[in-house]
């Protein structure tokens, strides 16, 4: 169930990252948006662990979740913006 749960809070956490920092240049679909969700959950949590905010084995919450995936829509964006060619 906990696998369920860390999709689910992946996927609120990467559509609400997307509506924060929109751009033409994200990606897109349940996939991916769940996958950013994911990634920016983690994220946080190494974040969070390596300042000292959460002990080990303690994970980020939601707003954690939420700003490490706008953190990695952040990332993305600058990548993306700069291997596109017109």
């Known amino acids: ?4 749960w860390t999709i689910i809070i992946g996927f609120l ?3 609400i990252a997307k509506f924060i920092m929109p751009g033409k240049n994200e990606p897109s679909g349940f996939i991916l ?3 950013l969700g994911i990634v920016g ?3 946080a949590t190494y974040l969070g662990q390596a300042i000292g905010w959460y002990r ?3 994970g ?3 707003i954690g979740a939420i700003v490490g995936a706008v ?3 952040a990332i993305w964006g600058f990548i993306a913006r ?3 060619t017109y």
């Open 41 to 43: 959950a983690f994220l």
């Open 1 to 4: 169930m906990g696998i369920i």
């Open 60 to 62: 980020a919450g939601f």
């Open 33 to 35: 948006t769940t996958i």
């Open 56 to 58: 080990a084995g303690e």
């Open 71 to 73: 953190i990695v829509l």
């Open 13 to 15: 956490a990467g559509v």
């Open 82 to 84: 700069r291997n596109t």
